[in-house]
């Protein structure tokens, strides 16, 4: 069973500019979720997608996050435009509905210069 | 508003050398605390999940127990390859997202 997959690994990107991340969970997991670390503190939740719905989003940071699960598939988180702040480790998680473990991808390190 | 410590934040230990981690957390009404490994560039791997207190749960050199205020991850015997950041992280009833602590960076010395 192919593993949750994140891309791209790494992104670095000038402030203002937008950037992409994408995320596609093991198949058939109707529960998606982003989580970002940013350097020296905790894993923080963002949003999570139930099938192609937003279930929570109460993590997102502000308006210059945009996310997107289409047909319930994979996902993707928009930043537009690129703060410095943004700056940190992106991780998306997926779970299939009744288990209790969360798999998480590899990540992807997004750098702002 | 949940909360999640772990302690040591770093522990270097010799090869065989046994010891514990500790996290302590606040949440109302636990539905869940995991336990992950995450090694350096890599998304945190699960190991465990604990619901209620006395729970105890065991995997290889590792044992996950659990009370109503904290939980403990015992290491038996470690070995080199056992050496990562270890996360804890809580759930509770009637929300989804995960809750983590700062994770404890071990390392294990041949």
């Known amino acids: 069973e192919a593993g949750v997959t994140q891309f791209p690994s790494h992104s670095v990107i000038e402030k203002g500019q937008t950037v992409t991340l994408r995320c596609d969970p093991i198949s058939g997991h109707d529960n998606l979720y982003w989580y970002r670390r940013v350097m020296g503190k905790e894993i923080k939740f963002l949003l999570h997608?139930?099938?192609?719905?937003?279930?929570?989003e109460s993590g997102m940071p502000n308006n210059r996050f945009l996310a997107e699960r289409t047909g319930g598939t994979y996902s993707t988180l928009k930043v537009q435009p690129a703060e410095l702040e943004d700056s940190g480790v992106y991780f998306c998680?997926?779970?299939?509905?009744?288990?209790?473990?969360?798999?998480f991808g590899s990540g992807t390190r997004l750098t702002v210069v | 508003e949940d909360q999640v410590t772990q302690s040591p934040e770093a522990l270097r230990l010799q090869e065989g050398e046994s010891s514990s981690l500790n996290c302590s957390y606040t949440v109302s009404g636990l539905r869940g605390l995991f336990w992950y490994r995450q090694d350096p560039g890599k998304g945190p791997e699960f190991l465990f999940t604990l619901y209620s207190a006395g729970e105890e749960k065991e995997k290889e050199r590792l044992k996950a127990t659990l009370t109503k205020k904290e939980s403990f991850l015992h290491i038996t015997a470690p070995k080199p390859e056992d050496s990562a950041t270890y996360l804890c992280a809580v759930r509770h009833f009637g929300n989804e997202k995960l809750t983590f602590g700062t994770g404890t960076r071990l390392t294990i010395i041949p």
């Open positions: 998680a997926s779970r299939l509905y009744g288990q209790g473990g969360y798999t």
């Open positions: 997608f139930v099938k192609e719905s937003k279930q929570d």
